[in-house]
């Protein structure tokens, strides 16, 4: 039987935007009273912008839980591409920058 939204692109696309998405309600929820780049300039002058992207890709998790328990083991590994993908770039972020 052929699963709807069981391709590596979806999985991908969804564990890209998981984490931009919570890095949003953070922001809402926590610094909404500033703007966003005084955020972002707020996250990199204190040297947070690494961890505390590191915390928005555990959202990824739930994601990839979903696509596991609903049986579309293709959408999985694009968002465990997606995680990789995180993981290269906060490595950069934290000890090459």
Same mark, same amino acid.
């Given at each position: 039987m052929k $699963?709807? =939204?069981?391709?590596?692109?979806? !999985?991908?696309?969804? /564990?890209?935007?998981?984490?931009?998405?919570?890095?949003?309600?953070?922001?809402?929820?926590?610094?909404?009273?500033?703007?966003?780049? $005084?955020? =972002?300039?707020?996250?990199?002058? !204190?040297?947070?912008? /690494?961890?505390?992207?590191?915390?928005?890709v555990i959202s990824n998790l739930a994601v990839f839980f979903i696509f596991i328990y609903t049986e579309r083991m293709k959408s999985a590994r694009g968002v465990l591409l997606s995680t990789f993908l995180y993981a290269a770039l906060i490595a950069y972020i934290k000890y090459i920058r």
């Amino acid at each position: 039987m052929k $699963r709807n =939204f069981d391709h590596p692109l979806i !999985g991908l696309a969804c /564990g890209i935007l998981a984490p931009v998405l919570t890095f949003y309600i953070y922001y809402l929820y926590n610094y909404h009273f500033m703007g966003l780049v $005084r955020f =972002f300039q707020y996250l990199t002058m !204190g040297n947070i912008f /690494g961890p505390t992207l590191s915390l928005c890709v555990i959202s990824n998790l739930a994601v990839f839980f979903i696509f596991i328990y609903t049986e579309r083991m293709k959408s999985a590994r694009g968002v465990l591409l997606s995680t990789f993908l995180y993981a290269a770039l906060i490595a950069y972020i934290k000890y090459i920058r």
